[in-house]
Each structure stands twice: as C-alpha cells, then as structure tokens.
C-alpha cells in the first residue's frame, strides 16, 4: 500500500482498481523514496539575516482566542519578533524603520496549527512548496511528521534562525510502524523492544514528539508511551492495529485519523466505523475526554471519499502539480457508487462524533494529512478542517480554538502562551471580515507575520511554483492585497 494510513485514504476502501494503484504509484513512490532520505541541500535559503525591523500595526481588532472574544483595535507594535506592546494609540518614539500596517475593518488572527503536517522535499516538490503555501494560508506553526531525524531537527533550528522562510517546525523524526513495506519512510519496528530504542534514539537525536503508524499494536504503543513518560515528548497514534479505545487506554497524546473506533482492524476502516454502536462510542467520547487525548481528525480527507465528485471540482487542487492533481482527480472519478455511500454514512457518523466529543470537552486539533493521499494542499488544509469542524455542529470559535489554541497546547505551550500578546513571538496573520461570525473570512488573507517578519500571502504563492519542479500552483488565495 502507498497510503501510511491504511484504514482512512481517499483511496476506495475495499475495491480500488489494479490500474488505480498503478497510476497512484508512478505519481506517489518518489514521494516515499525522497522522503525516506530527504537530500542535505533541500534547498534552505541560506542567508545570515539580520533581525526583522519593526511593525506597528494599527486599526485591526484582536481575536482572543482563549476568550473567544475580540479585542478592541488598537496599535501593535513589533520588534526583534515578538509583540513588545499592545497599546490604545502608538507609542511615541516609533523607529524611523518601523513597517506600518494601517488597517481598517480587519482582524488580527494568531497563526494557524496543522498539527498533522507533511513538510518533506519529493521527487517533484522542494520542501519550500510545503512550507510557503502553509504561510500563504495563515499556517505558522507546522507539526512536521515523518522526516529523516537529523535532518527535521535541524530544519526546525533553520526556521527557528530565519535562515529559511517557514513555520514554527514542531519535529518528529521517522514515523514507527510495524510491519512496514519496503522502500517506504517508516521505521519498521517488529516489537516493543525495537521500537522504544527508536524512541530512544529520536529522544536523543532532540525530536519534538514520536509518531506512531497504523499497524503498531497496543503493547507496543504502550511500551513507547512508557519510554516516554518521564519526558516531555509525545507520542502520536493512528488506528488500525490498534483500535481507538485501545490507543486510549496505551497512554498516546493524540489520535490522528478517526479509524476502527473500537475495534481494531479485521477489514475495511468504514465497516470497523458503522459497526460501532452508539453505546460504544459515548464509551469511547467518555474514555477519550478522561485520558485528556486530541483528536486530529482530518475531516477533509474523509469528505473527499464521501463526495469525490464535489472534491475533484475543488479549486484548492489546482495548488498541486499538474500529475498529482490529475492522479487524484482520476482516483475520485473511479471511486464505486456503493462505496461513495458508505462513505457518506461514515462520514456523517464522524461528524456527530467530533461534535460530541467537543461539547463533552474534548480537545480537537486541525491537521492536514498530506502524505496520506496527496489532498487537501498544504495550507488550505487546515482552512478546510476548520470549515469540516463547523459543518459538524462546532462553533466557529471552537473551530478556531481548534486550529490555533489546541494545537499549540497538544505542543506542549499553556495558554498564557498563545496568541497575539506582550512577549509572545509574533505569528499571526490579518484578514478582511468577521471570522467569528463567518469562518471562512479565515481566507481573506492580506498579510501574514511569521517571527516578525510580514509576508505578502500572493508572493508567497508565486515562491511556490518554484519550489516545484512541476509548475505547481497558481491559485491565489482570497487576499485583498
């Protein structure tokens, strides 16, 4: 199988053609390859730079996202990449290099978390493609999964320096399956002895948090999080040989894909899900919210497989290389009708789920997903998990919270510590319109600060198409710059 998950693709479950897999495979084998050994010159923009010059912003209100609630506008000011005050009227004395943002009807949102990011180079993208079009959205933080080890911790100290352009990398090294097929970019971990020396040895090498894969069984990931429990590391899990209930009781930090509820895998993911009964799963919300575990959903793919037809329409495709675009395409063209509807059931399940779980007071996190399947687009992605979240009965601060509050907490940052504030590093982005009334002005994006410096989310996109060798996207995004 290409797909890591293998109980959750926008591939068809059960009955997807040999000539499916074929034109999948000649698109996506480079992207395990490359990924597996990324190259040491993956195109990190080397350049010593200074530290960025100040911004003074004025005439935006402030979204809260702890409160829920907007501050009133006011005037930001920004030096050496942290917010140094937040004040009625600008501070006297401003720097004769201080770059102005005078705003009007717009919003300050603290950046956005994909907490399940693919930021690896491939056989057709630089790793500037993953990390660009997440800025290019309002993405400021990445949890960066399944890297080479060495090489993603010392891209998170590149991004930390400014000597690339990119997100906060939140790293953890090579993915720990068992059972993993060859050529692939998982650590193959035949028991829990083998796999807690990988924990070991990403914990020395100065990972952010271990991910484990969907054929790790419980006793494994029970050692792991063993290995782990007198560190701050955490460990991340996906379902399958594992089923969520037993993930629960193993001690994981997060869940990410919602699989095999409360089973684990036998057969296909969808009817592991439809078989569950209500009971069951408000055992599993009652477990989950105890255990303090965050989901990471990543609604956006399931929606894919429960109207391929409405997704190969989507324009956040066109943000791909033109063969992966049309690979994927091809794939929700031949996706069976009895298959959609089994996926609309699921899909419909797991919505009332995740509003369940959040009104019991569980946390939720956005995440994209893109080394499962190739869709949703970096960026966009956690824009769409918020739309999903929302759709889903969620409020749209919750979805929010969601993608910015939980996120940074699920890294291990208290809440003091998130969002737009004095002494907090100075990652957020501005936007045209309410997003607490209508989140999908989370799109109408005309700025973007990463550690300071302010970004231009079109130029951001044209600096896309380079890092691709394939010409890749030419989407804009909705900005009113």
């Known amino acids: ?56 912003i004025t005439g ?46 717009a919003t300050l949102v603290p950046g ?7 930021a690896a180079p491939t056989s057709d993208l630089d790793v500037d493609y993953f990390y660009l079009l997440s800025l290019a959205h309002g993405v400021t933080t990445n949890r960066a999964i399944n890297v080479r080890t060495t090489w993603g911790v010392a891209q998170r100290g590149r991004s930390a320096s400014g000597v690339i352009d990119a997100p906060v990398l939140s790293t953890s090294g090579r993915g720990i399956d068992q059972a993993a097929s060859p050529g692939r970019w998982l650590f193959d971990a035949p028991d829990a002895a083998s796999a807690t020396e990988e924990v070991a040895r990403q914990k020395a090498a100065g990972v952010d948090w271990i991910a484990g894969y969907d054929s790790v069984a419980p006793e494994v990931y029970r050692a792991m999080a063993l290995a782990l429990r007198r560190s701050t590391i955490r460990l991340s899990a996906q379902p399958g040989a ?3 209930s037993d993930l629960a009781a193993a001690g994981v930090s997060s869940i ?3 699989a095999f509820p409360t089973q684990a895998r036998k057969g296909p993911a969808d009817d592991a899900w439809l078989a569950a009964s209500a009971k069951e799963l408000a055992t599993l919300t009652t477990s989950l919210v105890r255990t303090k575990i965050t989901l990471v959903p990543m609604l956006a793919a ?15 495709l066109e943000l791909l290389p033109e063969a992966r675009r049309k690979a994927i395409v091809d794939m929700l063209a031949k996706v069976p009708p009895a298959d959609v509807a089994r996926a609309r059931k699921v899909w419909t399940s797991q919505l ?27 960026g966009i992605a956690v824009q769409q998990e918020i739309a999903a979240l929302v759709e889903a009965g969620v409020t749209p601060i919750q979805a929010i919270r969601a993608a910015t509050l939980n996120g940074a907490l699920l890294l291990g940052l208290t809440a003091a510590k998130v969002g737009i504030k004095p002494g907090v590093e100075a ?41 691709s060798r394939e010409h890749p996207p030419v989407l804009a995004s909705r900005s009113t710059k």
């Not at 990924?35 to 990190?44: K, Y």
């Not at 920004?78 to 004040?87: F, H």
């Not at 989140?439 to 951001?460: N, Y």
């Open 60 to 105: 935006a209100r402030i979204l809260d996202v702890v409160t829920g609630e907007y501050l009133a506008a006011g005037a930001v000011l920004i030096e050496k990449g942290r917010i140094k005050s937040i004040t009625a009227e600008p501070p006297p004395n401003i720097p004769d290099t201080v770059t102005r943002l005078t705003l009007k009807d």
């Open 352 to 378: 009332a789920f995740v509003r369940r779980f959040v009104r019991a007071g569980g946390r939720v996190a956005t995440g994209s997903g893109f080394e499962m399947s190739g869709y949703p687009a970096p």
């Open 256 to 258: 990410e894909t919602l």
């Open 427 to 467: 990652n957020l982005f501005v936007v045209q319109g309410d997003p607490l009334k209508n989140t999908a002005d989370l799109a109408r994006i005309s700025s973007v600060i990463r550690g300071g410096r302010v970004f231009d989310p079109k130029e951001l996109l044209a600096r896309g198409r380079v890092a």
């Open 1 to 56: 199988m290409l797909c890591p998950n293998r109980g959750f693709s926008i591939l068809p479950p059960a009955r997807t053609t040999r000539r499916v897999v074929a034109l999948v495979a000649s698109v996506f084998i480079g992207t395990a390859i490359a990924a597996q050994s990324p190259p040491a010159g993956a195109r990190p923009q080397a350049r010593a730079l200074p530290g960025p010059p100040p911004v003074l």
């Open 302 to 316: 399931a929606r894919a497989r429960a109207y391929p037809k409405e997704t190969a329409k989507d324009a956040s």
């Open 242 to 244: 594992s089923s969520m």
């Open 112 to 118: 956005l978390v994909d907490a399940h990011a693919w």
